[in-house]
T-cell receptor, first 115, second 114 residues
Framework: SQQGEEDPQALSIQEGENATMNCSYK?????LQWYRQNSGRGLVHLIL?????REKHSGRLRVTLDTSKKSSSLLITASRAADTASYFC???????????????FGQGTTLQVKP | ETGVTQTPRHLVMGMTNKKSLKCEQH?????MYWYKQSAKKPLELMFV???????ENNSVPSRFSPECPNSSHLFLHLHTLQPEDSALYLC?????????????FGPGTRLTVL
């Protein structure tokens, strides 16, 4: 089964409103990361929250993590048209005993911010 | 600009062609990744190289053949592809260590197989 499942799949809001996206996962994690992808482009890392953290801020972004519920949320405050993109959460595990990071991505939330 | 470049950005090929995708990272990282992104599906990890050795091959068909000649370059050789292989192919790099690292992605190659 797929880790990092986002909810909702699509979200449309007006500029200035807040956007909240949720992510659920199934197994233990080292950290959870949020990425953004503009249409047809590569992913850009937004924020990382470690398993021992509950909340983290970066500019207009706020991420929460509830390891008891295996869920995370990404809040974008005072949204702008330029925030229109797909947002993915990714959970990090390991390849066996290797330290090589393995990220498992969800299907993403497509956010449209209307001017 | 993430420090990871991919060429070509767009590629159209027939099912009998052989082509290669190239990825280069300018970040001094020691791990590189190939992902496949198809419409309405999660990113699929295809290959991982750490310190130039393949760590993971996620049951990818043999018509995809990766090559990592050094820590800065990663190739994906393509041959006898199928139309369902049409997708966005993303390369990423990271610096491995005890903490799970951030991955930096290239812009992707949009592949269309006719």
């Amino acid at each position: 089964s797929q880790q990092g499942e986002e909810d909702p799949q699509a979200l449309s809001i007006q500029e200035g409103e807040n956007a909240t996206m949720n992510c659920s996962y199934k197994t233990s994690i080292n950290n959870l990361q949020w990425y953004r992808q503009n249409s047809g482009r590569g992913l850009v890392h937004l924020i990382l929250i470690r398993s021992n953290e509950r909340e983290k801020h970066s500019g207009r972004l706020r991420v929460t993590l509830d390891t008891s519920k295996k869920s995370s949320s990404l809040l974008i405050t005072a949204s702008r048209a330029a925030d229109t993109a797909s947002y993915f959460c990714a959970t990090a595990g390991q390849f066996g005993s290797s330290n090589t990071g393995k990220l498992i991505f969800g299907q993403g939330t497509t956010l449209q911010v209307k001017p | 600009e993430t420090g990871v470049t991919q060429t070509p950005r767009h590629l159209v090929m027939g099912m009998t062609n052989k082509k290669s995708l190239k990825c280069e990272q300018h970040l001094g990282h020691n791990a590189m990744y190939w992902y496949k992104q198809s419409a309405k599906k999660p990113l699929e990890l295809m290959f991982v190289y750490s310190l130039e050795e393949r760590v993971e091959n996620n049951s990818v068909p043999s018509r995809f053949s990766p090559e990592c000649p050094n820590s800065s370059h990663l190739f994906l050789h393509l041959h006898t592809l199928q139309p369902e292989d049409s997708a966005l192919y993303l390369c990423a790099s990271s610096q491995e260590g005890p903490q799970m690292p951030l991955q930096f992605f290239g812009p992707g190659t949009r592949l269309t197989v006719l």
